[in-house]
C-alpha cells in the first residue's frame, strides 16, 4: 500500500470491453456511408430505427477536439468567429463549426457535412441553437422541437398541450425523414432503443446510487466518464448496451461489497458542476494525490435521470418518486401505432428529459441535496465566460452549499470546450491552496 | 432634453406616482414577448424592466459573465431601485434574462412572481395551443393575486388600447421614411422606452399630441441614414452619437424598440388564442427565430423600405443569441453589399473607442449614400 491508503483498490475490468466498443463505433463511423445529420443524439433514440441515416453531434466532438488537438480548436474558433459566431456561445459549437469552412475535421479528414438537422430542445440557449450553425451554412431540411418548462409540481393541465406539441414535433421529423429520404422508420427498431434506455438507465440509477452511498467509492467521475457515452453517443446495438452496462453494474457493486475503492486514500469527497473542464482533465488524479476524489455532478448521473432521497433516507433515481419527477409509462404500454411510441418515449411529464438541467437551473439549491446525497465534503465549480448553459446559477449554487457548510472553491475559465481563458498554472495554485486550507497534504507523487 | 428621455428618466417616479393614484399593482417584466394585455386587462401597470447602470457592487455575488443588462436590471432589484413593484414575471426566452428573474426572486423571495412559457418553436401548429394553455394559467394566477375577474370586455379593452398604442407608434415611425423626418433617431428611442413603461392609455393621450407636433415641426436636414440592430438597450446614446456626427439613425430592428410594437393583435372571438397569435407571429428576435429564418429578412426589408445607407450592428458583451444569430445576418447583408459596422457593447457606450469607428464607418458609407452626396460624383 502507498502512502496515505486506507482502502484496497484495483483496475477496473469493464475497462477492455469499454475500449473494445469505442473501437468498433470508431470504425463504424469511418466507414459511414450514410446521410449524416446534425442532432442531438441523446436524445435521437429514433435515428436507429432508419437504416440509412445516422444523426451525430457538435457537443461531444467540440468536447473532443478542446482535449486532442487545442491549436485546431483554436482555429476552428477562429474559423467561426471571423464570419460573425461570438466568442461567447458554447466552446464546443465553435470547436466543430469551424471545421465547415475549413473544410476537414482535427484528424484532417474530410469534415462530415451535415445533411439535415433534427431538434435540439434544451434549457441552455447554446444548446437550443446549434442546429442553426449547420443550416445557416448551407440549406438544408431543419426540424425544431421545444424543451417545455414550468415551475413547481407536475401540473396535467399544463403537460397535454405540452404533450401534443412535442408529440406533433416528434412526429413530424419521423414522417418527414420518410419522405425526404426515402427510407421507412422500423418501428420494432425504436420501440427496441426505447427499452434499451430504459434498462440502462435501471443499471445507471444503481451505479450512482453505489457511488453516493459507499465509502471509499467504488468508483470516481473519472471512470464513469470514461464509459458513460457507450450506449448513447457512442452507439452501440442495444445487446451489447445492455449487456455492457450490466458488467459495469455488476463490478461496481462488488467493489462495493468488497470495499474496493476507486481511490485508496480517499479521504474527502468533492463534487463539481455540469460537465467538467474537458480540455484538461489532470485535475482529478491531480486532487487524488490528496485522498479527494470525485464524485461528479448533476450532469454526471443525468445517465440514471438524476437522484433523489426517499422519505426513509435512501436514495433512488428520479422518476421513482412523486411529485418532482413522474415515472415513464409502464414498460407493457401497449404500443400500437407510431404516434403511441413517440408518446411513450416522452413519458407523462412534458418537462422531461434535462431533469439535471431543470435542477440546476430552476432549483439551484438542488446542489446542496446533491452534495448531501452524495455524502461529500466540499465542491469545486467552474465559472465559465462562454455557453451559458454552464454558468448559469453557478454562484448560487456555490453560495447554497456554502451556506450549507460544504467547502468551495471557484475557478474560471471560457467554457469546457475552450481553453482560452484558463490559467492552468493559477488552477493549480489554487487546488494546492484548497488542499492545505484544508489540511490535506499530497500523499504521493 | 426631451419629453420622452425625461419620462424613461422618470420612471420610478411615473410608476410610484401611477400606483398611489390608481391603487393597483405594478407588475415588472423581463423579456420581450411578455403579453402586456393580460396583466392590463386585470388591472395591472406592466413596466418593462430597463437596464442602467450604476456602479455594481452587488451582482457580482450572484452572476458570472451574464450580459450587462440582465447583470444590471439584477443590480438595480439588489439596490432596492425597484422595490415599489409587486411583483415580476418572465418569458421564456433568453437565459441571462432568466437568470436576473431567478436571482432577484432568490434574493427577493417576497415578490410575486410567474414564469410564462413561450414556445421557442413559435411556427409549429401546436405552438399556439400551449401558449393559448398557459396563457389561461397566467390569467387565472393573475385573478388570484389581484382578486379580480378578468372578463372577456377587460381582455377588449386591453387589445384595444394596446393596438393603439401600437396604431401610434408606427405612425410616428413611419415619419422616418422621409427623406427629411421630423422626428430624430433618439427621440424616437426615448419615446419607445418611454412606452414600455407606461400606462397605454396615458401614453396614447401624449402620442397623439406629439402626432399634431410632428406635422408642425421643420424636418430634419435630409443625411447619412443608419439602421441600428443587435442586442437590446435601454438608452439612445448610440443614436445620439451618430447624430452628433452628422448621420441619423432612421430604422432599427431592436426588441426594445420596433420589434416591441411592429405587429398587432388581430381580435378573434377566443381572446387569448389572438393574444398567443400576436406574440408568436412578432418580428422573431434570436432565440424564437429559430427554425425558418425570419430574422435576416425582416432586417433587408426594413433596411430597404427606410432606406438605409448603412447597418450598425451593436452587440452587447456576452450576448450568446445575437452572438450565435450574426453569422446569418452579416452573410445576408455581405451577399447584398450593404455596408456594415460591428462592435460590442455593454450597457454602457464605451464613447471614445465607438466615435472612431462610427466616424470611420460613415466615411465609408457617405461614398455610396448618393441621396447626400449627389447623383453624379465629381470625377477626381
Ligand atoms: S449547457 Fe454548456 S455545454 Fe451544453 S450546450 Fe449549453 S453551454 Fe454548451
Ligand atoms: S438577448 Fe442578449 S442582451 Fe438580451 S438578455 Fe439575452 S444575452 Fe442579454
Redesign the interface.
Known amino acids: 500500500m502507498s502512502q496515505g491508503q486506507r482502502w484496497k483498490t484495483r483496475p477496473l475490468e469493464f475497462w477492455a470491453k469499454a475500449k473494445e466498443l469505442r473501437a468498433d463505433w470508431q470504425k463504424s463511423i469511418e466507414k459511414q456511408d450514410k446521410v449524416v445529420g446534425q442532432g442531438n443524439t441523446g436524445f435521437a433514440d429514433w435515428s436507429a430505427a432508419f437504416p440509412a441515416i445516422t444523426v451525430i453531434e457538435d457537443n461531444p466532438a467540440g468536447a473532443m477536439i478542446s482535449h486532442k488537438n487545442p491549436p485546431f480548436a483554436r482555429k476552428s474558433r477562429l474559423a467561426?468567429e471571423i464570419?460573425?459566431?461570438?466568442?461567447?456561445?458554447?466552446g464546443y459549437h465553435n470547436n466543430c463549426w469551424g471545421g465547415q469552412f475549413l473544410g476537414c475535421q482535427d484528424d484532417g479528414t474530410p469534415f462530415p457535412y451535415r445533411r439535415f438537422v433534427v431538434?435540439f430542445?434544451c434549457?441552455?440557449?447554446?444548446h437550443?441553437?446549434r442546429?442553426?450553425?449547420c443550416?445557416?451554412f448551407e440549406a438544408m431540411p431543419?426540424w425544431?422541437?421545444?424543451?417545455?418548462?414550468?415551475?413547481g409540481p407536475r401540473?396535467a393541465?399544463?403537460d397535454?398541450?405540452?404533450l401534443?406539441?412535442k408529440t406533433?414535433?416528434q412526429l413530424?421529423v419521423v414522417n418527414d425523414i420518410e419522405r425526404i429520404f426515402g427510407q421507412p422508420l422500423d418501428e420494432e427498431e425504436y420501440i427496441r432503443q426505447l427499452d434499451t434506455v430504459s434498462v440502462v438507465r435501471a443499471y445507471a440509477q444503481e451505479i450512482s446510487v453505489l457511488m453516493a452511498q459507499t465509502i471509499p467509492t467504488p468508483l470516481s467521475v473519472k471512470d464513469l466518464y470514461s464509459v458513460y457515452t457507450i450506449g448513447g453517443l457512442t452507439k452501440v446495438n442495444p445487446d451489447d448496451t445492455i449487456a455492457f452496462w450490466k458488467l459495469v453494474r455488476d463490478e461496481v457493486k462488488w467493489r462495493a461489497d468488497n470495499q474496493i475503492a476507486a481511490v485508496g486514500n480517499e479521504r474527502f469527497r468533492w463534487i463539481e458542476a455540469h460537465p467538467p473542464s474537458w480540455h484538461m482533465l489532470k485535475y482529478y488524479r491531480y486532487l487524488e494525490k490528496f485522498g479527494a476524489v470525485c464524485l461528479g455532478s448533476q450532469y454526471s448521473h443525468m445517465m440514471s435521470g438524476g437522484l433523489q432521497r426517499r422519505e426513509d433516507g435512501t436514495i433512488s433515481g428520479n422518476w421513482e418518486l412523486e411529485p418532482k419527477g413522474t415515472a415513464p409509462y409502464p414498460a407493457d404500454t401497449p404500443l400500437a401505432t407510431r404516434e403511441d411510441i413517440v408518446r411513450y418515449s416522452f413519458g407523462p411529464d412534458a418537462r422531461y428529459p434535462y431533469t439535471f438541467k431543470i435542477d440546476e437551473?430552476?432549483y439551484?439549491d438542488k446542489i446542496v441535496e446533491f452534495a448531501g446525497m452524495m455524502q461529500a465534503d466540499g465542491a469545486l465549480l467552474g465559472?465559465?465566460?462562454?455557453?451559458?448553459?454552464c454558468?448559469?446559477?453557478?454562484?448560487?449554487q456555490a453560495?447554497r452549499l456554502r451556506d450549507a457548510g460544504y467547502q468551495v472553491l471557484l475557478y474560471?475559465g471560457s467554457q469546457p470546450g475552450d481553453r482560452t481563458d484558463l490559467d492552468e498554472k493559477q488552477f493549480f495554485d489554487r487546488l494546492d491552496g484548497w488542499m492545505e486550507s484544508l489540511g490535506l497534504e499530497r500523499l504521493e507523487d | 432634453m426631451d419629453q420622452f428621455k425625461q419620462l424613461v428618466e422618470n420612471r420610478h417616479a411615473y410608476a410610484q406616482s401611477w400606483k398611489a393614484r390608481t391603487g393597483g399593482k405594478v407588475l415588472g417584466w423581463y423579456e420581450p414577448y411578455f403579453p402586456e394585455e393580460l396583466a392590463y386587462a386585470a388591472g395591472i401597470l406592466p413596466v418593462r424592466l430597463l437596464a442602467r447602470h450604476e456602479p455594481d457592487d452587488r451582482s457580482?455575488?450572484?452572476?458570472?459573465?451574464a450580459c450587462y443588462p440582465a447583470r444590471d436590471i439584477l443590480n438595480q432589484f439588489l439596490k432596492g431601485r425597484y422595490d415599489y413593484l409587486d411583483g415580476m414575471v418572465t418569458v421564456?426566452g433568453?437565459?441571462?434574462m432568466?437568470?436576473a428573474f431567478?436571482?432577484t426572486l432568490?434574493s427577493r423571495p417576497e415578490f410575486w412572481n410567474h414564469?410564462l412559457?413561450l414556445?421557442?418553436?413559435t411556427?409549429?401548429?401546436?405552438?399556439k395551443?400551449?401558449l393559448?394553455?398557459?396563457l389561461q394559467?397566467f390569467q387565472e394566477k393573475l385573478e388570484a393575486w389581484t382578486g379580480r375577474t378578468v372578463t372577456d370586455a377587460d381582455l377588449d379593452w386591453a387589445i384595444e388600447v394596446y393596438n393603439k398604442n401600437r396604431l401610434l407608434l408606427r405612425q410616428i415611425y413611419e415619419l422616418r421614411r422621409a427623406q427629411e423626418p421630423v422626428i430624430l433617431g433618439s427621440e424616437m428611442m426615448h419615446l419607445i422606452l418611454a412606452d414600455q413603461v407606461m400606462d397605454k392609455a396615458e401614453m396614447n393621450e401624449i402620442l397623439e399630441r406629439f402626432l399634431e407636433e410632428l406635422e408642425q415641426r421643420t424636418p430634419h436636414r435630409d443625411c447619412i441614414r443608419l439602421m441600428l440592430i443587435g442586442s437590446e438597450t435601454s438608452d439612445a446614446a448610440l443614436e445620439e452619437m451618430a447624430e452628433s456626427l452628422g448621420a441619423n439613425v432612421v430604422v432599427d430592428e431592436l426588441d426594445t424598440g420596433s420589434s416591441y410594437f411592429w405587429n398587432n393583435v388581430l381580435p378573434q372571438k377566443d381572446r387569448l388564442m389572438a393574444l398567443a397569435l400576436r406574440y408568436l407571429g412578432r418580428p422573431h428576435n434570436?432565440?424564437k427565430d429559430?427554425?425558418w429564418?425570419r430574422r435576416p429578412q425582416h432586417i433587408f426589408e426594413l433596411y430597404e423600405d427606410f432606406s438605409a445607407d448603412g447597418v450598425i450592428i451593436a452587440?452587447q458583451?456576452?450576448?450568446?443569441?445575437?452572438?450565435?444569430?450574426?453569422?446569418?445576418?452579416?452573410?445576408l447583408l455581405r451577399e447584398r453589399n450593404i455596408p456594415y459596422l460591428?462592435f460590442e457593447r455593454d450597457t454602457t457606450l464605451p464613447e471614445e473607442e465607438t466615435r472612431l469607428r462610427l466616424e470611420s464607418f460613415l466615411t465609408v458609407v457617405r461614398q455610396g449614400a448618393t441621396h447626400v452626396c449627389g447623383w453624379h460624383k465629381t470625377l477626381a
Open positions: 467561426c464570419r460573425g459566431w461570438g466568442r461567447e456561445i458554447c431538434p430542445p434549457v441552455c440557449d447554446s437550443g441553437k442546429g442553426q450553425q443550416r445557416d431543419q425544431m422541437a421545444d424543451q417545455c418548462i414550468y415551475f401540473d393541465r399544463r397535454e398541450p405540452m401534443e406539441h406533433w414535433c413530424k437551473y430552476l439551484p465559472l465559465w465566460r462562454c455557453g451559458v448553459g454558468t448559469m446559477t453557478r454562484k448560487e453560495m474560471e | 457580482e455575488k450572484w452572476m458570472y459573465a421564456e433568453c437565459q441571462w432568466y437568470h431567478e436571482s432568490r414564469y412559457f414556445p421557442d418553436y411556427d409549429a401548429p401546436t405552438s395551443t400551449v393559448r394553455s398557459e394559467v434570436p432565440i429559430n427554425n429564418r452587440k458583451i456576452y450576448c450568446h443569441l445575437h452572438g450565435t444569430d450574426n453569422y446569418a445576418v452579416w452573410k460591428f
